[in-house]
C-alpha cells in the first residue's frame, strides 16, 4: 500500500498571501497518478488537479500542481476567501487508492 | 447535470448489515467507474471500493475487504456498497464518486452529498 504524507498539518495565512502544499509518497506513484481535492466543512470533495499538474473543470488558475515520483505540489498563488479549506491528495497508480491525512488551510 | 443521489445509511448494531446506494444521472453511467469513499466524524478521507464500468472489476481497501462487497445495475443507473459485519470504525459519511475520465478507475470529479452510517449498539 503506497502511504502518502502531507505537510505542513495546518497552514495559517491571510487572504492574498501564497500556499505550498507537500504531499509526500512512501514509493513512487506511477504514471504522475496523484490528485489534490477540496474541502469545506458539510460538503463533499472537490476535485481540484489531477494527473499531478492537470487543473479539473473549473478551477481557477491560481491553483496549480506540480511533481513526479514520490514528491508533490499543490500551490495557490493568492489565496482567496473561499480556499480556506482542507485539501487532500490521493494516489491512484496502485489499489488501494490512498489518501492523504489533509493540510487544513486556516486563516491566520 | 450530472448527478449523484446516495442513500441508505442508518443505525446499525456492531456486527449487522446495510446496504448503500448511489442512483446516477446525466452520463453514460455503464462507461465509468464509481468509488465509494467514507469519512468517520471529524477525520480524513478513505477510499473504500470502486468498480469498473462492466461491473466485471472491482478493488477494496484492506479495512474492508471480505466485508463490503460493491455492485453496480447499468440498467438502473445505481451502484451499492452492501456492508456485512459491521464494527464501530465503519461509522462514517459514506460517500460515493464518478470517475473523471471513461475507462479509468480515478480520480472522481462527481460526488453524491453523502450518507451517514452509525455503527452502534
Known amino acids: 500500500e503506497i502511504v502518502l504524507t502531507q505537510s505542513p498539518g495546518t497552514l495559517s495565512l491571510s487572504p492574498g498571501e501564497g500556499a505550498t502544499l507537500s504531499c509526500r509518497a512512501s514509493?513512487?506513484?506511477?504514471?504522475?497518478?496523484l490528485a489534490w481535492y477540496q474541502q469545506k466543512p458539510g460538503q463533499a470533495p472537490r476535485l481540484l488537479i489531477y494527473d499531478a499538474s492537470n487543473r479539473a473543470t473549473g478551477i481557477p488558475d491560481r491553483f496549480s500542481g506540480s511533481g513526479s515520483g514520490t514528491d508533490f505540489t499543490l500551490t495557490i498563488s493568492r489565496l482567496e476567501p473561499e480556499d480556506f479549506a482542507v485539501y487532500y491528495c490521493?494516489?491512484?497508480?496502485?489499489?488501494?487508492?490512498?489518501f492523504g491525512p489533509g493540510t487544513k488551510v486556516d486563516i491566520k | 447535470e450530472v448527478q449523484l443521489v446516495d442513500s441508505g445509511g442508518g443505525l446499525v448494531q456492531p456486527g449487522g448489515s446495510l446496504r448503500l446506494s448511489c442512483a446516477a444521472s446525466?452520463?453514460?453511467?455503464?462507461?465509468?467507474?464509481m468509488s465509494w469513499v467514507r469519512q468517520a466524524p471529524g477525520k480524513g478521507l478513505e477510499w473504500v471500493s470502486a468498480?469498473?464500468?462492466?461491473?466485471?472489476?472491482?478493488y477494496y481497501a484492506d479495512s474492508v475487504k471480505g466485508r463490503f462487497t460493491i455492485s453496480r445495475d447499468n440498467s438502473k443507473n445505481t451502484v451499492y456498497l452492501q456492508m456485512n459485519s459491521l464494527r464501530g470504525e465503519d461509522t462514517a459519511v459514506y460517500y460515493c464518486?464518478?470517475?473523471?475520465?471513461?475507462?479509468?478507475?480515478?480520480?472522481?470529479?462527481?460526488w453524491g452529498k453523502g450518507t451517514t452510517v452509525t455503527v452502534s449498539s
Open positions: 446525466g452520463f453514460t453511467f455503464s462507461s465509468y467507474a
Open positions: 514509493q513512487s506513484v506511477g504514471s504522475s497518478y
Open positions: 490521493q494516489q491512484y497508480g496502485n489499489s488501494p487508492f490512498t
Open positions: 468498480i469498473i464500468g462492466s461491473g466485471v472489476s472491482t
Open positions: 464518486a464518478k470517475t473523471l475520465v471513461r475507462g479509468g478507475w480515478l480520480p472522481m470529479d462527481v
